[in-house]
């Protein structure tokens, strides 16, 4: 079974870096139109959500137990896989939102923090565990 979960992170990882990739090849393209906006929101709801299941396949792999992105984030904060916890969750609700709504000065702000404030988190944890592979 650990074996499992060790492979199960690697998997992850994969396609969480897939995703990043796509994320970071566009992230500094001009975001002027409506479909560009929509474009790089939807890559980063994307890694988003394979960047919180893989956090929490690897924290399942070295002995933790969560059941929700929100239980995820918090413990990746305390065992030190993420600095900054509050940049996190504030990016849960903010994906939550984009899902669910659609909004033009909602999705001009949602880029800006994308561009600005969530990519980089995602690239330090991209960072971190590509070190562990």
């Known amino acids: ?6 492979i199960r992170w690697k998997q992850r990882f994969i396609n969480f870096e897939k995703s990043y990739k796509l994320l970071d090849k ?22 988003f959500e ?15 137990s969560m059941k929700s992105p929100r239980e995820t984030i918090k413990q990746a904060y305390q065992t030190g ?26 999705a001009k702000k949602m ?3 994308i561009v600005r404030i969530y990519f980089p988190e995602l690239k330090r944890l ?3 565990l ?3 592979l």
């Open 26 to 47: 566009y992230i500094d393209q001009p975001l002027d139109t409506e479909i560009e906006r929509a474009g790089i929101i939807q890559l980063f709801e994307i890694a």
């Open 50 to 64: 394979l960047s919180w299941k893989l956090m929490k396949d690897y924290l399942e792999d070295i002995g933790y």
């Open 1 to 6: 079974m650990e074996r499992l979960k060790n």
């Open 126 to 128: 991209y960072e971190k």
């Open 111 to 113: 880029t800006e923090d």
């Open 81 to 106: 896989l993420i600095d900054e916890g509050h940049i996190w969750i504030d990016a849960l609700t903010d994906r939550n939102l984009t899902v669910h709504t659609y909004d033009e000065k909602l």
């Open 130 to 132: 590509v070190k562990e």
